[in-house]
C-alpha cells in the first residue's frame, strides 16, 4: 500500500536523523500532508504506529510525540494572478485519483474562479513533508 511506503519512509529519516544526531529521542515530529496527495490518513497513522514500536523496540529509538497536519490545496491563476483553494472534498473520486498519481492533471478538472483558464501553478497542497525536534543526546 501506498500509505504503508510514505510510513516507512517517514519512519526511516526519523532513524537516520536520531542516529546522526546521536540522540535515542524524538521529542516532535510534524508531518504535513497536501491534501491532493489523496492519502487514507488513517492507514498512513496506523502503520507509522505500527513501524514506530518496532523502531522503538528494534533501535531504541523513540519518537514523544507526532502530529499529522492537513495542507489544503492552493492554486494561482497565471492569467489574473486569482489565488484560490478548491473544494477538493467535492470532487468525483476518479478524478481525485488521477490527480493523487500525476498531480499536473488538476488542470483537466480544474479552472479559476475568476476567469475560467486552466492556466494556474499549485502553490500548495501537493507535498508531505516532515519535521522533526530531538531530544537529548546519547
Known amino acids: 500500500m501506498h500509505e504503508w511506503a510514505l510510513a516507512e519512509a517517514i519512519v ?3 532513524e537516520n536523523s536520531a542516529v546522526e544526531n546521536r540522540t535515542n529521542r524524538v521529542d516532535y515530529v510534524e508531518i504535513t500532508l497536501g491534501e491532493l496527495q489523496q492519502v487514507d490518513e488513517e492507514i498512513l497513522l496506523y502503520a507509522f504506529n505500527e513501524l514506530l514500536t518496532i ?3 528494534e533501535k531504541n529509538i523513540e519518537v514523544v510525540k507526532y502530529q499529522l497536519v492537513k495542507e ?3 492554486f494561482k491563476c497565471n492569467r489574473c494572478s486569482f489565488i484560490w483553494s478548491p473544494d477538493v472534498s467535492a470532487m468525483p473520486a476518479n478524478e481525485l485519483e488521477m490527480i493523487h498519481f500525476i498531480p499536473e492533471t488538476v488542470h483537466s478538472f480544474i479552472s479559476c474562479p475568476r ?3 486552466h492556466d494556474f501553478e499549485i502553490i500548495r497542497g501537493r507535498d508531505l513533508s516532515v519535521r522533526l525536534t530531538h531530544g537529548t543526546k546519547v
Open 12 to 14: 526511516k529519516l526519523i
Open 72 to 74: 489544503r490545496a492552493e
Open 115 to 117: 476567469c475560467g483558464s
Open 55 to 57: 523502531l522503538k523496540n
